[in-house]
């Protein structure tokens, strides 16, 4: 098995991570009711996805 001869330096590390990095999920508005959606994902506000009710949303009387 490998084993190193000396200590890795933060340096080399952290250079190694750079790419490791997070991406904001992609947000669009939703083609019903404006509010802003994720990508493929059905609207939590009013229940449509791709122009149709997907999910029956209780309305609060």
Do not use: F
């Not at 490998?2 to 340096?11: D, L, M, T, V």
């Not at 790419?19 to 994720?38: E, F, L, R, W």
């Amino acid at each position: 098995m490998a084993h190193p001869k000396r200590k890795q330096s933060k340096a080399r590390r952290d250079k190694r991570r750079t790419h490791y990095k997070a991406t904001a999920p992609t947000v669009t508005s939703c083609s019903n009711c404006g509010s802003s959606v994720q990508y493929h994902r059905v609207c939590p506000e009013c229940g449509y996805y791709k122009g149709k009710p997907a999910v029956e949303k209780k309305t609060t009387a």
